[in-house]
């Protein structure tokens, strides 16, 4: 069963994969036309990025960042 994730939440969007999984075409790359090393170098640094934040962080500013997350979550909304 595939992730319900991977379906497109557009109804155009799904309508065109189901034709194209109908037909054996392969969907379009999101990535086509860019450069590959870029998306590659863009991939690096999405993967590292949020680890290198966190050793940067001090305790008392992971502590101040989880109050104003814990907030956030459990506030009054209105």
């Given at each position: 069963?595939?992730?319900?994730?991977?379906?497109?939440?557009?109804?155009?969007?799904?309508?065109?994969?189901?034709?194209?999984?109908?037909?054996?075409?392969?969907?379009?790359?999101?990535?086509?036309?860019?450069?590959?090393?870029?998306?590659?170098?863009?991939?690096?640094?999405?993967?590292?990025?949020?680890?290198?934040?966190?050793?940067?962080?001090?305790?008392?500013?992971?502590?101040?960042?989880?109050?104003?997350?814990a907030?956030?979550?459990?506030?009054?909304?209105?």
């Open positions: 069963m595939p992730k319900r994730s991977s379906k497109p939440a557009d109804l155009n969007r799904r309508a065109a994969a189901i034709v194209a999984q109908a037909t054996d075409e392969k969907p379009d790359d999101p990535c086509e036309g860019k450069d590959p090393a870029a998306v590659e170098l863009g991939r690096k640094g999405g993967l590292k990025g949020g680890k290198a934040r966190a050793e940067k962080l001090t305790s008392g500013e992971r502590s101040e960042i989880a109050k104003r997350a907030a956030a979550r459990w506030g009054a909304k209105g």
